[in-house]
């Protein structure tokens, strides 16, 4: 009889120290099987059940799901703000104002008002005209810039770049351009009135993000027909000094230029041989020369093959990266 109750005791024990082990998982388990409970007893649409159990799978790819109000409430807020800073570190790293330009402690303030969202491949960020009270960051994911001006995509943007800052920044605080999610998108969100605050501590970054903010409304505004005469862009308004840092736009740039490269070498090739060469020869050259088009109209692709997709990780792969309609220069990215 005390045997069967110490083996029963030490049944309880193991049991509590498993269940234990892993609240995280548990608690995130609990709240799946919550929430499919839910949807089932709504009637919910399928469609709408695949996008939140799609949510749960790319919120919380750790597995696991933990009160962090709650867990760092009991924490000085010091130690509290340096855990949140540490947490945002990866966004932290791809975002050029963030690693080069922004102080630390600027960082550790921000931090704590950065809420992360997912949107889903075709949904609407925002749209033209809204007024602007908040400011985007991307963490991985494509975005695409629409404008009325304009049927064809504007840009599109990516890992550690931002976006809203002209209807966040500037005066009048509307959105100049709409914004959709081409692939999945994690992004960490600050409303301006956060931001404001903390900038008033910083001025010689709230002034690089308006004048940062100030050419990219320039530059959109040469879209709009409708003004005849549009100030002339002095060259430092004409790349955007955000957009261009990141890693895919840099290497973006370097698959251009290569291809421009290859190109001129081929022409060069031709003009030499042209007194000499054979029928074989020039059909070679015309093969070369079609190969190198062909990487130029899928040189996004190439990144995306050579990174095995992993810039997005989970939520999906590349797309392209597209200039405005019209522009002559295709060697080039032409942010806006």
């Known amino acids: 009889y005390i045997g069967s109750i110490f083996y029963a005791l030490l049944i309880s024990s193991v049991s509590y120290v498993m269940s234990n082990m892993n609240k995280g998982g548990t608690a995130l388990a609990d709240q799946v099987w919550a929430l ?4 089932r007893s709504k009637k919910i649409p399928v469609r709408i059940r695949d996008k939140c159990r799609s949510f749960y799978r790319i919120r919380y790819a750790e597995g696991k799901l933990y009160d962090e109000s709650d867990i760092l ?6 130690i509290k703000d340096e855990i949140v800073a540490y947490n945002h570190r990866v966004l932290f790293e791809q975002v050029p104002l963030f690693s080069s330009k922004a102080p630390e402690s600027f960082l550790v303030r921000l931090a704590p008002h950065l809420d992360p969202r997912l949107y889903f491949a075709a949904e609407i960020i925002f749209e ?7 400011l985007f960051f991307i963490e991985s994911g494509i975005v695409q810039i629409y404008s009325k001006h304009q049927d064809a995509v504007v840009k599109s943007i990516a890992d550690g770049c ?27 969100v600050v409303h301006k009135r956060f931001l404001a605050s ?31 005469d549009h100030p002339p862009l002095a060259e430092s308004e004409l790349n955007d000094d955000e957009d261009c840092k990141t ?32 029928s074989e020869r020039v059909q070679e050259l015309n093969q070369d020369l079609r190969r190198s088009i062909r990487r130029s109209s899928s040189v996004v692709d190439e990144i995306k093959e050579e990174e095995g997709g992993s810039g997005l990780g989970i939520l999906g ?3 392209s990266f597209k200039a405005p309609s019209g522009s002559s220069n295709t060697s080039k990215i032409q942010p806006i």
């Open 317 to 319: 792969k590349w797309g």
């Open 162 to 188: 931002y976006f809203g800052d002209v209807g966040c920044l500037l005066p009048g605080g509307r959105r100049t351009a709409s914004t959709q999610a081409r692939t999945n998108v994690v992004v960490h």
């Open 247 to 278: 890693k895919y736009f840099l290497k973006l740039e370097q698959k251009m230029t290569h291809r421009n490269s290859m190109m001129f070498n081929i022409n060069n090739n031709t003009r030499a041989h042209r007194s000499r060469r054979s």
């Open 73 to 78: 409430s009991t924490l000085p807020p010091q």
């Open 128 to 134: 033209e005209d809204m007024m602007g009270v908040e």
């Open 36 to 39: 499919n409970e839910y949807l």
């Open 198 to 228: 903390i900038l008033t501590d910083y001025g010689d970054l709230a002034s690089y993000l308006v004048r940062i903010a100030e050419n990219r409304r320039k530059r959109l505004a040469l879209l709009d027909e409708s003004i005849v």
